[in-house]
């Protein structure tokens, strides 16, 4: 198990919003939901490699920015009718700080 | 003065038309007695196929309820027949003595469905589709059995075939003719309609003769047998071999029959003092099957029935649609052809399209068309009235509204362009000039007012569509169509736009989750359609109250700034009027050259866009761009975008107006407004025009008196010209009326709806009421839209200034070792 590295204050993420953390692995998108919970997917959409921190959050999902594929936020699943993956990552909420594993 | 005593025999929909008439004419000349066979007030025969089809429901078809015979003071006789009538005594009889006397009779017996000699036509589960009773027997039978077969592929049978399917059964059509609707239809139309009746999963026999109808061991129909052999299971047998007029009363008494009740141009029968209309009656030779000339009869008869007498009947020109959901079809006048005529065929097998117009001496005769019959209305007018076409030729086959590249938005109305003489309703002959006649004088609102007025699309309601479009377009802003009243925003709510901007402005709400919670939102934060949308038209209609927020805003909005497609971002800062100057250039020069910008390109908005920024940039380069007072150009946004100008008076040997001062002053007044759509203007200093006011939301167009507006124009997906709004004199007036239009569309139009959309649904006259026509109103929204951006701040600076905005672009770096 590698180990879990802080990220930022759940509060640096608005509402709905999102971040985009920077790693090794690429560009991590960190979402917040309306209720708190944080989720992270790889940066890229399995369309086009869009952008998904740069999407509209609603529910547990997210919308792309590009052609509007929508991508579940707990499974990094798309929607159907459209099929792909967005690689997620383990995240949690801790001492209001967000935490992140990369695997 | 006694009432005369006027007996109609037959309640369909010939005979209560008739009636409906003559009330229309002379409401107390009679006392009127109705009697009809059938146990059911008036309905819309037409309309028992949606029925049978599962769209419709029997009180869907109701024309004439109970209390429409009480109220006109009817005596309304249901589920009696006249057996007899007395011509000498002048009384009809029915059944168990009842006996009315008359002075006029009218005689509507409609038509008797054909049984061919068939042994088995007697044995139960054969019937033919005509009446309530029929089709109430289909569906039940539907419910039970499995196999359903239908004699006749004519237009009953077809519609029978597709409604049984569509209940679940499996149906095979049985025609003896070697193509379907051969009376409708040439070969290629009907091997079109075939193919996709056979993708709907129905099965077809042609050239088929059937020899016997057998009986199973329930004592039901089981099978069919046909002359060659051949034996299909049947569990239930749908007749539809045509129709005969139903003659046999008017027989009895010896009235003059021949093919149908023999009457003369003003429907009269051999006996002066009985009519007779409809399906039954034979004029001129010719026995009718279709509502469309049924209704002319019963104006002419009940206009002789006042005792007007000043109409006559001349017969009708018909034409058919077929009204399986989904299948467009249609058909007029002399579609085969022959000696002395030319064909003009546009057939695409795998476009599902084919159109045939036969053409005899420049004028056309006859029509089919197949997968697209919008312009059905049109050639049929064509034929009907002989109209030469000499002129018209070379693109006759394109349609009205032919232009090459044409693509169209969808939805667009084509009703403002027809001819108040075009007819609308084929079933009532209704024009387009009736109808916006009606609209006008009642004050009609609705579909449904107009159906109950003018009668336009109360039979097949094929027209509906083009009912709407004529209301929307008569009545203006007045009008929420059915259509968008009842389309949702998106799946979150059953909610229509209007009815959301509706509840924010009279509940005034001012935050996303108030409004989702007054309205019942079924998802807890909306989605990516609705949040925008509801977020647009918060800060549209409480500027100051409610406040913007960014994480229901699309990334461009958000960010302001455009993403590309792979993920930076590009940046046109704004150029006041398409005017620059050395120093922005050279600030522009230099950010291009300090942050590696990958492109940089004039746009066809007339400014330079910088290509390829990466989003943590952004703040950086705006500082850049700021210090040499350059702001945002809201290249990204549903908001004002540019203001495009010739150099006019300032500088040009024709210029009128100085053009260019004229568009700066517009820009700097409309900076930082949001719309349901991007909006833009341009000015030009004279009617040549090199600014393209023409194709703008708003055109400005300078001449030697002061200036001409023009809005809702667009150079998008299809390109429509702008309309002329009105003249004005100075350059504040430009201002006010273009801030008092813009005001209007951001207060009404829907989200993404451009100008020219909102104009389609609401019309120019409506907006003109309120900008042109009402200087009261046209102040109030001008300053409704000052207020809205007075306090509006270039979001770029905000971003560069905030630190709360900057973590929109700030990437967080990852401690991958372990602290
Ligand atoms: C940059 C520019 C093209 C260029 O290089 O010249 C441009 C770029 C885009 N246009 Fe445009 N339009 C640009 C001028 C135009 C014009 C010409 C004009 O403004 O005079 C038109 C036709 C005029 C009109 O709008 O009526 C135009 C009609 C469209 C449309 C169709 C709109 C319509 O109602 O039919 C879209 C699609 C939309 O908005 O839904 C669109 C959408 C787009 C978008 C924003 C697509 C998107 O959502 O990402 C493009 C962004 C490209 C990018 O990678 O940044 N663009 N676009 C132009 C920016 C002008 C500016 O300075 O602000
Ligand atoms: C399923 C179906 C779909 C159709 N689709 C279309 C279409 O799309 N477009 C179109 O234009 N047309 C269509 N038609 C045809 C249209 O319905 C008829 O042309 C129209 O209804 C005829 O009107 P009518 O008044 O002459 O006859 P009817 O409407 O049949 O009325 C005659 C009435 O008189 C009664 N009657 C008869 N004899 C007596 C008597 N002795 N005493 C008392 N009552 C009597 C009958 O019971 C009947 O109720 C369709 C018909 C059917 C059955
Ligand atoms: S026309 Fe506009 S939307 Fe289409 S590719 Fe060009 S810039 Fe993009
Ligand atoms: S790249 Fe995400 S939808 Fe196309």
């Not at chain 2, 290629?188 to 709907?200: I, P, Q």
Request: charged share 25%; hydrophobic share 40%.
């Amino acid at each position: 198990m590698s180990d879990w590295i802080r990220v930022c204050l759940l509060t640096d993420i608005a509402p709905l919003g999102s971040r985009i953390a920077a790693s090794s692995q690429g560009d991590i998108a960190i979402f917040r939901s309306a209720d708190d919970q944080v989720f992270a997917l790889r940066d890229k959409c399995p369309h086009r490699g869009g952008p998904l921190s740069q999407g509209i959050v609603h529910g547990d999902t997210v919308t792309c920015p590009l052609h509007g594929w929508k991508l579940g936020l707990k499974d990094g699943q798309a929607v159907a009718p459209d099929k792909g993956c967005a690689r997620r990552f383990a995240v949690k909420v801790e001492a209001e700080a967000v935490w992140l594993q990369l695997t | 003065m006694k009432k005369q005593k006027l007996v109609v025999v037959g309640n369909g929909m010939a005979g209560m038309r008739a009636v409906e008439e003559l009330l229309k004419l002379a409401p107390e000349l009679y006392d009127i007695t109705v009697f009809g066979a059938e146990p059911h007030p008036n309905y819309n025969r037409i309309l028992l196929s949606p029925v049978l089809a599962g769209e419709m429901t029997i009180n869907d078809i109701i024309l004439n309820p109970l209390d429409w015979y009480s109220d006109n003071g009817i005596s309304l006789h249901l589920g009696k027949t006249i057996e007899r009538i007395d011509r000498t005594r002048r009384k009809v009889i029915a059944g168990e003595g009842l006996e009315v006397e008359y002075d006029r009779l009218l005689l509507a017996t409609g038509s008797t469905p054909f049984m061919p000699p068939i042994p088995g036509t007697d044995l139960p589960g054969v019937i033919s589709y005509r009446d309530i009773r029929d089709t109430d027997e289909m569906i039940e039978t539907a419910r039970r059995y499995r196999n359903a077969v239908v004699i006749g592929g004519g237009l009953l049978g077809l519609e029978a075939a597709n409604g049984l399917r569509q209940r679940g059964m499996e149906v095979t059509v049985v025609h003896l003719m070697p193509w379907l609707m051969e009376r409708q239809l040439d070969k290629a139309a009907a091997d079109m309609l075939k193919l996709s009746l056979e993708a709907r999963g129905l099965k077809f026999l042609l050239e088929k003769q059937t020899e016997a109808m057998i009986r199973g061991e329930s004592g039901r129909v089981a099978a069919l047998r046909f002359k060659d052999g051949l034996e299909i299971p049947a569990d239930l047998v749908v007749v539809a071999a045509g129709i005969r007029p139903n003659t046999a009363l008017a027989e009895s008494t010896r009235l003059h029959c021949n093919r149908g009740i023999v009457v003369n141009d003003t429907m009269q029968t051999y006996d002066p003092r009985i009519y007779a209309v409809g399906e039954c009656v034979a004029h001129r030779g010719i026995n009718y099957g279709l509502v469309a000339p049924l209704f002319e009869q019963a104006k002419v008869c009940a206009n002789h029935l006042a005792n007007f007498g000043i109409s006559r009947y001349t017969g009708t020109v018909t034409s058919t649609k077929l009204k399986v959901t989904g299948i467009d079809l249609f058909s007029a006048g002399n579609f085969i052809g022959g000696e002395g005529t030319d064909e003009i065929v546009l057939h695409d097998p795998s476009g599902g399209v084919y159109k045939k117009l036969v053409v005899r001496n420049d004028t056309l005769i006859g029509a089919v068309l197949y997968g697209d019959t919008a312009d059905g209305a049109w050639y049929f007018k064509m034929v009907k009235d002989e109209q030469n076409i000499r002129e018209i030729r070379d693109h006759l086959m394109f349609g009205q509204n032919s232009s090459v590249g044409d693509l169209g938005h969808a939805g667009n109305s084509h009703a403002a362009s027809m001819a108040d003489d075009a007819e609308v309703c084929g079933c009532n002959g209704v024009c387009k000039g009736e109808i916006v006649k009606a609209i006008k004088t009642h004050g009609l609102f609705t579909v449904e007012d107009v159906r109950k007025t003018t009668k336009a699309s109360s039979s097949c309601g094929s027209c509906t569509g083009l009912v709407e479009q004529i209301l929307a377009s008569t009545i203006g802003g007045a009008y929420t169509p059915a259509q968008s009243n009842n389309k949702p925003v998106c799946g979150c709510t059953e909610h229509s736009h209007g009815s959301v901007r509706e509840a924010i402005r009279t509940q005034h709400l001012l935050t996303i989750p108030a409004v989702m919670k007054a309205l019942d939102w079924k998802t807890p934060n909306g989605c990516a359609s609705c949040r925008p949308a509801l977020n647009y038209y918060l800060i549209s209609s409480w500027p100051g109250e409610a406040r913007d927020d960014p994480q229901s805003r699309f990334i461009n909005e958000r960010a302001h700034a455009n993403i590309q497609k792979d993920g930076t971002y590009s940046v046109i800062p704004r150029m006041w009027g398409g005017l620059t100057t050395p120093s922005e250039l050279r600030a522009i020069a230099d950010v291009a050259d300090k942050f590696q910008v990958p492109t940089v390109k004039m746009t066809g908005g007339a400014r330079i866009d910088l290509l390829g920024i990466k989003k943590d940039d952004l703040p950086r380069v705006w500082a850049d761009l700021g210090a040499a007072g350059m702001v945002s150009g809201h290249a990204y946004g549903k908001s004002i975008r540019t203001v495009k100008t010739c150099v006019g008076a300032e500088h040009c040997r024709f210029g009128t107006q100085r053009s260019m001062a004229m568009g700066v002053k517009l820009e700097r007044m409309l900076f930082g407004m949001w719309s349901p759509h991007k909006v833009k203007l341009a000015v030009s200093g004279c009617p040549r025009n090199c600014a393209e006011a023409g194709i703008k939301d708003i055109g400005v167009i300078g001449v030697d008196s002061g200036y001409e507006l023009y809005v809702a124009g667009n150079g998008g997906i299809k390109t429509e010209v702008a309309q002329f709004l009105c003249k004005v004199k100075s350059d504040e007036e430009v201002m006010e009326y273009s801030a008092a239009f813009l005001q209007i569309y951001r207060e009404e139009g829907y989200y993404l709806e451009r100008t020219c959309h909102y104009i389609a649904r609401v019309g120019l006259d409506h907006v003109k009421a309120a900008v042109v026509d009402d200087a009261a109103r046209r102040k109030a929204l001008y300053e409704r839209l000052l207020f809205a951006l007075q306090d509006y701040e270039d979001p770029w600076q905000q971003a560069v200034q905030q630190p709360a905005l900057r973590r929109e672009y700030e990437v967080i770096q990852l401690q991958e070792v372990p602290a």
